[in-house]
């Protein structure tokens, strides 16, 4: 084998020692590139299907809350018990425009509890956004939802017209409450993508180094 060797051309030996070695960069090149695709379908995942939908869906529910609070406010204008009264000749029968108020107030409210619960869903898959990251009040994502539901059905109570039963003051004063939560919902999902991310390099990171070893590279 020695004498095989010791025949061959210079050019020869030196394609006999640095052929592996190609073929190992080249295999590692590979290797990295599908690690890296791989972590970038895992990233994109993470952040359009589960971060993307969650704040999406927080977003949609704190506009939908403040419109219901536009249309019971807007009711209430309406009905002559808001220090603004509403705009018309003395008699004016604003009836027809107090239904379509109260209808927004009602359809938009329930669409609130319907938004937060799908991005409790989605939430709820992940341990650490949902029970272990903590908002600056000291609540996790998953009390958070506790205590806006909660809350929520309070809010509601304290806008019954059907029954007569309206506390506007505590009315508006819940309404900061609630919104509140959803905020803070919202920072914990940003917290848990910052989190995912650098997890995200870290892994990648450390299985090209650990490829790199392997080939002595």
């Not at 095989?4 to 020692?17: C, P």
């Not at 993470?46 to 403040?66: E, G």
């Not at 992940?126 to 809350?151: A, E």
Request: aromatic share 10%; glycine share 4%.
């Amino acid at each position: 084998m020695r004498k095989l060797i010791s025949n061959l051309s210079i050019r020869a030996k030196i394609m006999l020692i640095t052929t592996p070695l190609t073929c190992a960069i080249i295999f590692s090149t590979i290797v990295s590139g599908i690690i890296a695709n791989r972590a970038k379908n895992e990233a994109e995942t993470i952040y359009y299907d589960t971060l993307y939908a969650i704040n999406n869906n927080l977003v949609s529910a704190d506009r939908d809350f403040y419109q219901a609070l536009v249309g019971a406010s807007q009711h209430r204008e309406l009905s002559g018990e808001a220090p603004v009264k509403p705009e018309g000749n003395p008699g004016t029968d604003f009836s027809a425009q107090m239904k379509e108020k109260l209808n927004d107030f009602e359809e938009n409210k329930s669409q609130v509890l319907n938004k937060v619960k799908d991005a409790a869903d989605i939430a709820s898959k992940f341990d650490i956004l949902y029970n272990q990251l903590k908002s600056d009040s000291g609540y996790t994502f998953s009390q958070l939802v506790n205590l806006f539901n909660s809350g929520y059905d309070e809010w509601v109570a304290l806008y019954d017209v059907g029954n007569g039963r309206v506390d506007w003051t505590s009315f508006n004063d819940k309404f900061n409450t609630l919104r509140d939560y959803l905020d803070k919902m919202q920072e914990i999902t940003e917290e848990f993508a910052v989190i995912e991310e650098e997890e995200i390099s870290k892994s990648i990171n450390n299985q090209v180094m650990a490829i790199s070893i392997v080939f002595g590279l």
